[in-house]
Structure formats: structure tokens, C-alpha cells
């Protein structure tokens, strides 16, 4: 069983996606510092220091009552279609610098099995 375990750790696709991850993380922090710390700014600039986040309503009385946070949803939407867009722009950018590879085309189809048995046939009644 350690054997088996040990041979799936070190398949090549579950090491890829491994380091996918961390890459995928440490990639996550990068972005979110972009958006929160340079383009959000801007943003609120032009908005004139809006900031949603702050909104919300207070439902119940006292310490103990909820609030319905309705400004964190608007900028958590705001802030997922910004990250969007980088990342659609920083993909767009890999794209140019690194075109993809096409796929080679499908090699051509040879004859079928009904039509190797059929020369087989002819090949036989004629001997």
C-alpha cells in the first residue's frame, strides 16, 4: 500500500498540480494587493471616496443584533470583476509573448477492418 501511495504522490500530474497550487496562491496574494492597494484607490477617486464596504443595516437591537452587510457584497462584486479583468489582461499579455501550440493535425485515417477483410477476401479468391 506505501508503495502504491508512493507511486501516486510522484505521478507527474499530481506533482504539476501541486505546484499549480502555490504558484496559484502566492499569484492570488499578488493580485488582491493590485486591487486593493492601486486600483481600488483609483476607483474611489473617481467616485469620490465612495466606499461601499461600509454599508449595511442593522437588523435585531443592541450588541447582539446582525448586520446585513449588504456594501462588503458590492465590493467583494466590484473587486471579483477587476481581478477578472487583470487576469484576463495578464493572460491576453502570455499569450502575445508566448503564442499557443497549435494541436498537429490528425493523421490520416487508414482503411477500415471491413475494408482490410474485403482486400483479404479478393486476395484469397483469386489464389
Known sequence: MIKEFKDFISKGNVMDLAVGIIIGAAFTAIVGSLVEDLINPIISLFMGGIDFSGL?????DGPDGAVFAYGKFIMAVINFVIIAFVVFMLVK??????????????APAGPSEIDLLKEIRDALAKK
Open 56 to 60: 449595511g443595516v442593522q437588523l435585531g
Open 93 to 106: 499579455a502570455m499569450n502575445k509573448i508566448n503564442p499557443p501550440v497549435k494541436a498537429a493535425p490528425a
